[in-house]
């Protein structure tokens, strides 16, 4: 079992940043392809940056390419999401997850149903 707490979200003015964290604990970590994913009221989560084990391979939504940055520490078993130009249509739940069938594999999933463990979420609010 991997228990997943993510931190740092907030209000921001649109053109602002933020650093989103997750912190992972239980099983390892270090293995495990990780993912952000959003959902805005009324919409369906989506995905929106992940990276593998390595770090070595990532992805990014078209809609956040070169705005959001995923990196992550595995001595600290953390990954993170920075978000830089932050827009309105930014504003969301923000979780992240983990797929655990990845173990050890540079191959990403952008699919939900491919992580098997979520973090309760923390909210994303952009003012225009």
């Known amino acids: 079992q991997v228990q997943l707490v993510e931190s740092g979200g907030g209000l921001v003015q649109a053109g602002g940043s933020l650093r989103l964290s997750c912190a992972a604990s239980g099983r390892p970590f270090s293995g495990y392809a990780m993912g952000w994913f959003r959902q805005a009221p009324g919409q369906e989560r989506e995905v929106v940056a992940a990276?593998?084990?390595?770090?070595?391979?990532?992805y990014y939504v078209d809609s956040v390419k070169g705005r959001f940055t995923i990196s992550r520490d595995n001595r600290k078993n953390t990954v993170y999401v920075q978000m830089n130009t932050l827009k309105p249509e930014d504003t969301a739940v923000y979780y992240c997850?983990?797929?655990?069938?990845?173990?050890?594999?540079?191959?990403?999933?952008?699919?939900?149903?491919?992580?098997?463990?979520w973090g309760q979420g923390t909210q994303v609010t952009v003012s225009s």
């Open positions: 997850a983990a797929d655990s069938r990845s173990w050890y594999s540079e191959s990403l999933s952008m699919l939900l149903k491919e992580y098997d463990y």
């Open positions: 990276i593998s084990w390595s770090g070595s391979n990532t």
